[in-house]
């Protein structure tokens, strides 16, 4: 099992000294580095800047969402970003959710996975350069051709030629028919919230996947002598997702919770937040549920906790940098000793 340093979006500021955790993950042994966005920073600014004061370790998006971005245009970052690395890029993607796909972008959110399909077939055909693009589906056409079109589109082809006719893509899903199209499609699948005990909830979804296929797991990490304020920083974000990310009647995370056994739960913490009874809510996530999905505690449980995740069909642990730089060269450094 391999590592990776996430360092998410920023928040109110850039993250501080984000560049020189990058090389302190890459001189540890990391395998990967990876950047987000939300609605705020961009995902491949940050990357185009580490991979300028770095050299082996592997540059990931997650994730860079679709509707940020035509095809063509996530292609010719990816490609640029390819070129400068030395072809260190693999590109992790998803649909986001309605909030922001609508709200943010403009969008309408629908049919996500012909979308994620559709998308995934223009991005491959761009970045391995054998003809000029020319794709007529139901969310993205190349030419256009619409009602209000000019007729003047011609098919193109990319002027740069791609360091690698192919970039590895990732899925960042959480639904099972999006996991299965990871599966089916992809390189590798991203998830948010998985427990090394309860993997086989997606047994089904993951059932074709094809040799070689990478499983990138966020996973909190907090080294703590205090089991119970090592949950709390999980338990919050658990109890903003539930309840503050996504529609209070479609939300996939709750869903997901539900699957994983903690339905019940996850509607009285979403029932909460509704309420305005956020510390409530956070207090009502279960600790077993955050436990499950993060590593946490003192070195001697990190280290048995490690053990149980490395059983698991896991290829990489993506570990989240903490708020403050030492906190996070910490953290690196007990995982890498612990492994």
């Not at 509707?67 to 070129?83: N, Q």
């Not at 260190?88 to 012909?114: A, I």
């Amino acid at each position: 099992m391999k590592f990776g340093l996430h360092l998410g979006y920023w928040q109110k500021q850039p993250t501080d000294r984000f560049i020189e955790l990058a090389q302190t993950a890459e001189a540890l042994g990391f395998d990967s580095v990876f950047t987000a966005e939300a609605y705020g920073s961009d995902c491949f600014t940050p990357l185009a800047a580490i991979a300028a004061q770095t050299s082996k370790i592997r540059l990931c998006t997650g994730v860079m969402q679709l509707s940020a971005r035509t095809p063509v245009c996530a292609a010719m970052s990816a490609m640029t970003l390819d070129h400068i690395s030395n072809g260190r890029l693999s590109l992790g993607v998803g649909v986001s959710g309605p909030q922001v796909v609508e709200g943010w972008y403009g969008q309408q959110f629908k049919r996500p996975l012909e979308r994620t399909r559709e998308w995934l077939d223009i991005f491959t055909r761009t970045v391995a350069r054998e003809a000029p693009v020319e794709y007529q589906g139901r969310q993205y056409q190349l030419p256009y051709q619409g009602p209000d079109s000019l007729g003047l589109g011609k098919p193109l082809k990319s002027i740069t030629h791609p360091l690698r006719k192919k970039i590895p893509v990732f899925l960042g899903a959480e639904g099972p028919k999006n996991i299965a199209l990871a599966a089916e499609r992809f390189d590798g699948w991203m998830p948010i919230f998985v427990s090394p005990y309860r993997m086989n909830i997606f047994a089904d979804s993951l059932a074709n996947k094809p040799e070689g296929f990478e499983i990138s797991a966020a996973v909190n990490c907090i080294v703590s002598d205090n089991l119970e304020e090592a949950l709390y920083p999980g338990k919050m974000t658990m109890a903003l997702y539930l309840g503050g990310m996504g529609a209070r009647k479609d939300n996939f995370h709750k869903n997901l919770m539900g699957r994983m056994g903690f339905g019940d739960e996850a509607e009285k913490v979403q029932d909460l937040w509704y309420e305005g009874k956020h510390e409530e809510a956070i207090k009502a996530v279960p600790d077993a549920l955050v436990d499950e999905i993060s590593l946490l505690g003192p070195k001697e449980r990190i280290r048995e906790r490690l053990q149980d995740w490395q059983k698991s069909p896991v290829t990489t642990m993506i570990i989240g940098h903490r708020d403050h730089f030492e906190t996070s060269v910490s953290t690196m450094e007990t995982v890498i000793e612990a492994l």
